[in-house]
């Protein structure tokens, strides 16, 4: 059976916190063991999103964590991080809900709406009255947005949307979708609308069938002919750069979030080898090869700690790069799937069960690993900024 999760601090990474960071991380910590963890297997089993924990969940100030007014927590990057971590020790899925409506639409409003549209949706949000989801990519395009097909055409004092997104967490529970599109216009700039999801011509459809984040809405979403108001576009969105400062955003959390499953994955295996016994009746954490491989996941924990907690750092400095969040996303994520490999292998036949949250972690981590910049495409985006060539 499931043990009670331990922390994982090898490298003395609690002593570099603040006593605020600490008690933000606790408190999260405490949230998900005691809502959380009791229901995610059967979420899991049952393709089933929590949603009676969205209340309770901003009622804790988790949605929109780190953005300042509006009703937000206005938590510093590193608290934020710690949080995201939290969630993802609980569920990469659940994880990605609050990354979505925090990081991408949250964050977008906050960053290029208006006014008007701010005190519409952020107070709401923050509380998770309305929620809400992010289309950026498309059955066609999902490495490289900017082929994207979906247009915005204004005509008179609407924009009419047309066009196909995929794979957009939480589509079919939204409110309201940020949707990027090109405007049909000498331009075709890239550009972000906010489309209420009860307007004619908007259907959101589940995806189904995935083996990976069963306990998060994943959707196709289909536009044809939508009219909205002209203040419905997000007047600060221009280019493909305003919605790569979105996945920056969720990019930061998930780096965070993957360092979560892997303690996750790892304090599971550590309680179980020294409690199962094989030959000898020794505990199996007794032999060389588990220690190896129990070691080799500990010290990988340790370094995307220290990833993590230092590009949180330069993002609390207002100095950190996209190249440094990349490395960060990139790095935990692949740790955090190697763990949930090696610790699944540490508890042999149980580890393909859900008494254990391994094998869930593992598979919601290879989604974890495609989204949101894949782990390849992560690496283009640090060689390009070593080399000074872009190698897509
Ligand atoms: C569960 C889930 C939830 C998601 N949620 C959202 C969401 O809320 N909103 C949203 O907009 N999107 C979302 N996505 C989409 C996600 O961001 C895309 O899947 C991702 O960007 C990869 O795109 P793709 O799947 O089309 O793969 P592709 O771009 O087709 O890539 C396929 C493979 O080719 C590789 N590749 C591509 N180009 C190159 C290159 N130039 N050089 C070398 N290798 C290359 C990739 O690394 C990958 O291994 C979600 C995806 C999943 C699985």
């Not at 409003?109 to 992010?134: H, R, V």
């Not at 459809?205 to 083996?211: D, N, P, T």
């Not at 196709?220 to 400062?245: C, E």
Request: glycine share 10%; hydrophobic share 40%.
């Amino acid at each position: 059976m499931a043990f009670k999760f331990k922390n994982v601090d090898f490298i003395g990474f609690d002593a570099m916190l603040s006593e605020d960071e600490r008690l933000v991380r606790d408190t999260a910590r405490r949230f998900i063991d005691d809502n959380l963890i009791p229901i995610i297997e059967e979420c899991n089993r049952e393709g089933r999103f929590p949603r009676e924990l969205v209340k309770p969940m901003g009622e804790m100030g988790f949605f929109g964590a780190n953005l300042h007014g509006y009703g937000c927590a206005g938590m510093s990057n590193v608290e934020y991080g710690l949080v995201t971590q939290e969630m993802e020790r609980g569920d990469s899925g659940i994880r990605s809900f609050v990354s979505v409506q925090s990081a991408l639409v949250m964050y977008p409003i906050y960053t290029f709406g208006s006014d008007e549209q701010k005190n519409t949706w952020l107070p709401a949000m923050a509380k998770g009255e309305k929620l809400g989801c992010f289309g950026l990519t498309e059955p066609g395009f999902g490495s490289n947005p900017g082929g994207m097909t979906t247009v915005a055409r204004k005509s008179g004092d609407e924009f009419i949307l047309n066009g196909e997104k995929m794979w957009i967490t939480s589509g079919n529970i939204a409110d309201v979708a940020v949707i990027w599109a090109k405007v049909e216009d000498k331009d075709h700039k890239v550009r972000g609308f906010l489309v209420e999801t009860d307007r004619p011509g908007f259907r959101a459809y589940e995806v189904h069938g995935k083996w990976s984040l069963r306990a998060s809405v994943t959707s196709g979403l289909s536009l044809q002919d939508v009219h909205i108001p002209a203040t419905n576009l997000l007047p600060g969105t221009g280019g493909l750069k305003s919605p790569l400062m979105c996945l920056n955003q969720a990019r930061y959390g998930i780096s965070w979030g993957a360092i979560g499953a892997a303690m996750s994955c790892y304090d599971t295996a550590l309680q179980y080898a020294k409690a199962r016994k094989q030959f000898h009746n020794q505990p199996i954490a007794s032999h060389q090869l588990i220690q190896d491989k129990l070691v080799w996941m500990v010290t990988e924990i340790s370094k995307a700690q220290l990833l993590s907690l230092q590009v949180g750092r330069l993002k609390d400095a207002g100095t950190v790069g996209h190249q440094h969040i990349s490395m960060a996303k990139r790095n935990n994520v692949w740790m955090a799937l190697e763990c949930a490999r090696i610790s699944r292998d540490i508890l042999g036949a149980n580890g393909i069960t859900e008494d254990y949250p391994i094998m869930r972690h593992m598979m919601n981590l290879e989604s974890v690993k495609t989204y949101e910049g894949t782990h390849d495409i992560h690496a283009l985006i640090i060689g390009q900024h070593i080399t000074g060539s872009g190698a897509y």
